[in-house]
């Protein structure tokens, strides 16, 4: 005998009013189930009495609701507990996609007119990130294209090297043009014509304020557009700085303060990429998920 093959096209799911739960004897909850109260909670730093919320979980998400189920939810109800409407579904779906917040990097293999391109892109999912992409292509190109393969880098530290200035009075082994002047904004070493694409592994050591000798080694992953391995290092500090100068600005105290000691590269290798898509781009799909 075959088995039925149930999808998400023969689920009934609604939202139920708890006043009639015999109706749903048999569903499963889509949700999980759960009482909440507030109780007064005393800070003894600052000697005020402020309320904290308290749960506690009546039914996973997957139950059915059989007599038993029904019973202690109709308890907690008649109890006071505030549980006017519950999700049910006539299919038992226990899992659930992961919500992130943060965008992490996806490498799309993308066919348009019989070649294949890598786009580069940031997003919370990989379904986002095909998304995006699909939003990306039609405003960029002409032709039809199909999104033929997705990789997630999630180890791997984007930095946006458009955006990167490079001090040139800070790495005085970057020359400028001889028509350039003081006054004028530094280059962007890392947008000429013959920069590439590099996949980057980093040891960085890092040290506690005056604390120099005690020192911790941390990996970290980087891809970046640099005209050579050297000028990729410098991108790389130059990044890694910026970030730890914001950090220490938020340290409470001064043991929470670290500083970069060395920083050298374990691997470095070409990475084709044909197209980065900007992250301003990608946060605008992250505004209907905060």
């Known amino acids: 005998m075959t088995k039925e093959v149930q999808t998400r096209k023969d689920e009934i799911r609604f939202v139920a009013d708890t006043n009639d739960l015999k109706r749903l004897n048999g569903m499963y909850?889509?949700?999980?189930?759960?009482?909440?109260?507030?109780?007064?909670?005393?800070?003894?730093?600052?000697?005020?009495?402020?309320?904290?919320?308290?749960?506690?979980?009546?039914?996973?998400?997957?139950?059915?609701?059989?007599?038993?189920?029904?019973?202690?939810?109709?308890?907690?109800?008649?109890?006071?507990?505030?549980?006017?409407?519950?999700?049910?579904?006539?299919?038992?779906?226990?899992?659930?996609?992961?919500?992130?917040?943060?965008?992490?990097?996806?490498?799309?293999?993308?066919n348009i007119n019989s070649h294949n391109i890598s786009v580069l892109c940031q997003a919370t999912s990989c379904q986002k990130a095909i998304i995006i992409a699909t939003d990306y292509m039609e405003l960029n190109f002409k032709s039809t294209f199909e999104i033929v393969g997705v990789k997630s880098m999630n180890n791997y530290i984007i930095i946006e090297h458009i955006l990167q200035r490079i001090e040139t009075e800070k790495y005085p082994k970057f020359d400028c043009d001889d028509d350039e002047t003081e006054d004028k904004e530094p280059k962007d070493y890392a947008v000429k014509e013959n920069a590439k694409f590099y996949q980057i592994d980093a040891d960085i050591k890092t040290a506690r304020k005056g604390d120099i000798e005690?020192?911790?080694?941390?990996?970290?992953?980087?891809?970046?557009?640099?005209?050579?391995?050297?000028?990729?290092?410098?991108?790389?500090?130059?990044?890694?700085?910026?970030?730890?100068?914001?950090?220490?600005?938020?340290?409470?105290t001064e043991s929470e303060i670290y500083d970069i000691v060395d920083i050298s590269l374990s691997t470095a290798t070409f990475c084709t990429i044909n197209r980065i898509i900007e992250r301003d781009f990608s946060l605008a799909y992250t505004e209907d998920e905060q």
């Open 29 to 110: 909850l889509t949700k999980r189930v759960q009482r909440t109260w507030k109780e007064k909670y005393l800070n003894d730093r600052t000697g005020e009495i402020m309320d904290i919320e308290r749960s506690e979980m009546i039914l996973d998400r997957g139950t059915r609701l059989n007599p038993d189920a029904l019973s202690r939810l109709n308890f907690h109800i008649q109890a006071g507990d505030n549980l006017t409407e519950i999700e049910v579904s006539n299919q038992n779906r226990q899992a659930e996609p992961y919500n992130r917040r943060g965008l992490l990097p996806y490498l799309l293999k993308v």
């Open 214 to 252: 005690d020192t911790l080694l941390n990996q970290y992953s980087f891809i970046l557009k640099a005209k050579n391995v050297e000028n990729a290092k410098v991108i790389i500090r130059d990044t890694l700085e910026k970030l730890f100068e914001e950090r220490n600005a938020e340290a409470q």
